[in-house]
């Protein structure tokens, strides 16, 4: 049966179609009957012993060398560093130094010359050659202190290095 390009349904299948949707419709309807059925039910946890921790915090800090100075002897080629070590802070490790040359018309960034020393030394001299003289600028001496876990404070002094002459400059404590 045709009406105007219409296809009609037959009784038969639309009938079909309405048992399957009602087959359909009450399987969902059992499944989600069954399955809510077995939900686990909530519950509150209840602890029934309570825990303690107990420690302690310290704090401390790592004290940079007080007093530094430097001085140039007359006929002597180096320079001597001279410290007095802090008291109180964290023990220190052993100390750590860095010598900077001006570098060639004073572009030197790096250390040149690098050390550690014990933790109780109180000066190093540096050996200054004729390359160093050559040169010109401003150059560094850097020292830190070395404690527990690697943590450092430090000091730097400063050199002045002209064609024919080294002198000794200030000394500036490093910012953390």
């Not at 007080?66 to 410290?83: E, I």
């Amino acid at each position: 049966m045709r009406k105007h390009g219409v296809r009609a349904v037959e009784p038969r299948r639309a009938h079909t179609a309405r048992r399957v949707g009602a087959v359909v419709v009450l399987l969902a309807a059992l499944s989600a009957a069954v399955t809510g059925a077995h939900l686990p039910h909530p519950t509150e946890a209840a602890w029934a012993d309570a825990e303690h921790a107990r420690g302690t915090l310290a704090a401390g800090e790592v004290l940079r060398p007080v007093n530094m100075t430097c001085t140039k002897p007359a006929l002597a080629s180096q320079l001597q560093f001279r410290w007095t070590n802090p008291t109180g802070g964290l023990t220190r490790q052993q100390y750590r130094w860095e010598f900077y040359n001006p570098g060639v018309l004073g572009l030197g960034q790096s250390p040149t010359r690098t050390g550690t020393l014990n933790a109780s030394a109180t000066g190093v001299n540096i050996s200054i050659s004729l390359g160093d003289l050559l040169d010109l600028g401003q150059g560094n001496f850097r020292l830190y202190a070395v404690g527990p876990g690697g943590w450092e404070s430090g000091v730097n002094h400063t050199y002045n290095a002209t064609a024919v002459l080294v002198s000794c400059g200030s000394a500036s404590n490093i910012p953390r």
